[in-house]
């Protein structure tokens, strides 16, 4: 090796023992600042599990007390409810058990109101005063709310839970609740089948009862529940499935239904014959509201309407079951004076004919709303003595086109039309328009529901709108009504364009507003 190369591995080392003495001095402060931090977290460590220890017993102490204000406060209550009068309590659990039900608000579409199920259950379980006050008060337990019991586990308890309301209940007027139609296939065996024999020893107690029918229950033989007498009996709503069967037809030695119901008040039959027994020495003074959908023979159909002179709402449609009665045709026996008949629906030819057919024997001076469909054309007879006093027309599934002319001037009061599931053609929209001799000139509102327009993208909706914004005089100089609303539910086949210009003329604004398309295209007015 030579003296240079040498000479530079001596300074070589010399700098790499230079620059290891100043890391091992470096690591030698680390590791003492190390064991500094050490201490100093393990000082920390402690406090922390000191403040841990602490919070603990604070909450501890903290649930302690919690628990004991809850039950100061709890006995100050009972204190305070112990000394209300017996009587005051009882109108507290009276109120709770008859506050309006949002569950049960129109007969025939009722929902089982669990709740109100199990509160005079929960009022009894309180404390003992209030057990024995809760049983003392019949009317407490007056609410028989059942679902289908083969759906719901444990069912077999019904049976035993409605025997023991009806013993609590004592006396007091029920209120019966079966949504059985989707059960599974009647079984006369079956918990549902007890539940009904134990209602029906108790038919005098009813007063508002419905009953969703399993498949397979409608029989002579079950609707015999249904003979007994029903002095109490206010609301009744018999609800079927539309499956096209029809297990108990109607016959010339029909038995007697609901024979003896003078408080009745509204009635509602769905794709059943059982209907109620009318006659001239048990008229039907207090009802109100009829809805029926049978296939019944219009003179039978006549005879309960003519026994019911309050009468405010009627509902009639026959099912599309081929079986229409045949005397649709065939005038009512006696004169009918419906004087306080506000709301007429028919739903089918037969019954639209049958009420045709009634002529001059018909009266309904308070007419105000009349709910049809396509039969309307074959009610153009009574419509010219009617209509006068209509208000309100429901038009469901209609092709409303110039064929309707004459029925839409029949109807010259009418302030609102509403189209449901149909077309509206332009042909009978440009009608509209002319103010030669304005029909519907009292019309103000137009309410379109999951309706088409013919041709498609035609714009007669937005010239009615300006014909009728500030309408002009007819031949007569008289001057229709202006058109103030128009809306659109569920138009998926109106163009959108159109219905923008129709919000636009009556002064809706354009921006688009916050609407799931799938459920709603349009404006709703």
């Not at 209120?175 to 020893?201: E, G, N």
């Not at 449609?317 to 081929?322: R, T």
């Not at 609303?485 to 086949?493: Q, R, T």
Request: aromatic share 6%; hydrophobic share 45%; proline share 7%.
């Amino acid at each position: 090796m030579t003296q240079a190369a040498r000479s530079t591995l001596q300074r070589r080392l010399e700098l790499d023992e230079h620059m290891l003495a100043a890391v091992q001095a470096h690591t030698a402060q680390l590791e003492t600042a190390r064991l500094d931090a050490l201490v100093a977290l393990r000082t920390v460590q402690a406090d922390l599990d000191a403040i841990d220890k602490d919070i603990a017993q604070s909450r501890a102490r903290g649930a302690e007390l919690l628990s004991s204000v809850y039950n100061v406060r709890s006995s100050l209550q009972r204190q305070q409810i112990d000394t209300l009068p017996l009587e005051l309590l009882r109108e507290i659990f009276l109120i709770l058990a008859m506050e309006p039900d949002d569950l049960w608000t129109e007969i025939g579409c009722g929902q089982c109101n669990r709740a109100r199920s199990r509160l005079p259950f929960d009022l009894a379980a309180v404390c003992v005063r209030w057990r024995q006050l809760a049983l003392a008060i019949p009317p407490l337990w007056s609410y028989i709310g059942v679902p289908a019991p083969s759906l719901m586990p444990r069912g077999i308890y019904y049976a035993h839970w409605t025997r023991t309301v009806l013993r609590r209940s004592k006396g007091s007027s029920l209120d019966i609740l079966l949504t059985w139609k989707d059960d599974a296939t009647w079984d006369p065996r079956s918990c549902a089948s007890r539940i009904l024999d134990a209602l029906a020893q108790h038919a005098h107690r009813w007063r508002r009862v419905e009953f969703h029918v399993p498949d397979g229950y409608l029989s002579a033989q079950t609707a015999s529940i249904f003979r007994s007498p029903t002095p109490r009996l206010e609301l009744f709503a018999l609800m079927r499935r539309d499956d096209g069967a029809q297990p108990l037809r109607w016959t010339p030695s029909y038995p007697r239904y609901l024979p003896i119901c003078p408080a009745l008040r509204e009635f509602r039959s769905d794709f059943t014959d059982l209907v109620l027994w009318s006659s001239s020495q048990q008229p039907l003074q207090r009802l109100v509201h009829l809805e029926i959908c049978a296939s019944l023979p219009c003179q039978v159909i006549w005879s309960i309407i003519r026994d019911a002179p309050l009468l405010e709402t009627l509902i009639l449609e026959f099912p599309d079951d081929g079986l229409d009665p045949l005397d649709f045709d065939d005038p009512p026996g006696a004169p009918v004076a419906l004087p306080h008949l506000q709301e007429l629906c028919i739903y089918h030819h037969a019954a639209c004919r049958m009420f045709a057919a009634a002529g001059t024997l018909l009266s309904m001076p308070a007419l105000e709303c009349l709910r049809t469909s396509s039969s309307m054309q074959a009610l153009l007879p009574i419509l010219t003595a009617l209509g006068m006093t209509v208000r309100k027309l429901f038009l469901l599934k209609c092709e409303l086109n110039l064929e309707f002319l004459p029925y839409l001037r029949a109807l010259p009061n009418l302030r609102e039309l509403l189209v449901s599931e149909g077309t509206l053609y332009d042909e009978l929209i440009n009608a509209l328009t002319i103010p030669d001799e304005w029909v519907l000139p009292r019309l103000q509102s137009i309410h379109l529901e999951s309706v088409a327009t013919d041709p498609g993208n035609g714009d007669g909706l937005a010239r009615l709108v300006r014909s009728r914004i500030l309408p002009l005089p007819d031949a007569n100089g008289q001057t229709a009504s202006a058109l103030a609303e128009v809306s659109f539910v569920g138009c998926k086949d109106i163009p959108r364009w159109l219905i923008a210009e129709v919000n636009f003329l009556l002064g809706r604004p354009l921006e688009p507003e916050d609407v799931d398309e799938e459920e709603q295209d349009g404006v709703i007015m």
